[in-house]
């Protein structure tokens, strides 16, 4: 078995029924992809829209992807005609201009909306307030061709255990929040986006529903 493969293997094991796994595989080859397609894998994220537009034609067509990274309102179009889900819904433009593309492929496109959970600052999302603000307002309720599946959100990059399992339940306890305040019989607001290789046992303890793990399977990235 590859390395790959295993790798895949190993953390399906360990991953309890109803988390899905997103392979991240950003800055990794069509040909690295190829190999955890063939070892079962189908969901795969990318954070860059070129890259992801080279790989998508080069890869079978039962593959769902995912994009994981900033997204720039000019590029939202070439990614809906395809993408399964947007992880990285950050500002209510974005979403808008997700809606306004989708609209004109004739596509509805599910997303989550990123929640900044972070100690760091460099991260993009949207904080908790602007989050609630963003719901309330309720222009969203008007965009027929988008899905709003959940949330995502990241944990600081840290060694310190209990600081990222407490952002983890804090969205977790966001989710549980607006899916009640906003979503309560919405079957497919079921989506917390969260873990990442250093951290996902922990975001799974905390309740997430996808995990997005990239090194852990395919080695380091070579930027
Ligand atoms: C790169 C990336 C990941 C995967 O990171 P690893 O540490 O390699 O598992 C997950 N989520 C997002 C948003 C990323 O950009």
Redesign the pocket.
């Known amino acids: 078995m590859s390395q790959i493969a295993e790798n895949i293997k190993k953390i399906k094991e360990s991953l309890p029924d109803g988390v899905r796994l ?1 392979a ?1 595989s ?1 800055y990794h080859t069509a040909e690295a992809v190829q190999e955890a397609y063939d070892a079962g894998q189908r969901i795969f ?1 990318e ?1 860059k829209v070129q890259e992801l537009l080279q790989k998508y034609p080069a890869l079978p067509d039962d593959i769902e992807w995912h994009f ?2 900033h997204l720039q309102r000019n590029k939202v179009k070439m990614i809906v005609p395809f993408i399964s889900l947007i ?2 819904i950050d500002s209510p433009r974005l979403l808008a201009e997700v809606n306004n593309a989708a609209v004109k492929v004739g596509r509805v496109v599910d997303c989550l909306l990123q929640i900044h959970i972070a100690r760091e600052e460099t991260k993009y999302g949207f904080s908790i307030d602007e989050c609630d603000e963003f719901l309330r307002v309720g222009e969203w309720k008007k965009f027929d061709y988008i899905r709003i599946c959940g949330v ?1 959100g ?1 944990a600081t990059f840290t060694s310190d255990e209990t600081e990222v399992r407490e952002e983890f339940d804090t969205l977790k306890q966001f989710f549980d929040r607006i899916k009640m305040n906003y979503f309560p019989n919405v079957e497919y607001f079921k989506e917390i986006s969260m873990g ?3 951290d ?1 046992p922990i975001a799974i303890k905390a309740g997430s529903s996808m995990i ?7 080695g380091p ?1 070579i930027y």
Not at 212 to 218: D, K, L, N, P
């Open positions: 997103v991240v950003k994220g954070n994981i990274g992880h990285s995502m990241m990442m290789s250093e996902y997005r793990v990239g090194s852990y399977i395919f990235r």
